[in-house]
């Protein structure tokens, strides 16, 4: 999955599957987590959040299901 480079404090890049519904976040700290069921619209508010980190935490981190691929 391609992932774009994001301006935060603690994730390095975002990517999204849309026909398979699967986030994919890289932190700084070089792991990358995989959230499943997540919409397009969930995604494109995450991307354009003026902060994403506070989006990620209210809105994805606990809502739905993660599967750690790295680190």
């Known amino acids: 999955m391609d992932r774009k480079k994001v301006s935060s404090s603690s994730i390095r890049s975002i990517g999204y599957d849309e026909r398979n519904r699967v986030l994919e976040m890289e932190f700084n700290d070089g792991r990358i987590t995989q959230y499943s069921g997540v919409s ?32």
């Open 40 to 71: 397009a619209e969930v995604y494109r508010r995450l991307i354009s959040a003026p902060s994403i980190v506070s989006y990620f935490r209210d809105n994805v981190e606990e809502s739905f299901t993660a599967k750690r691929v790295k680190g």
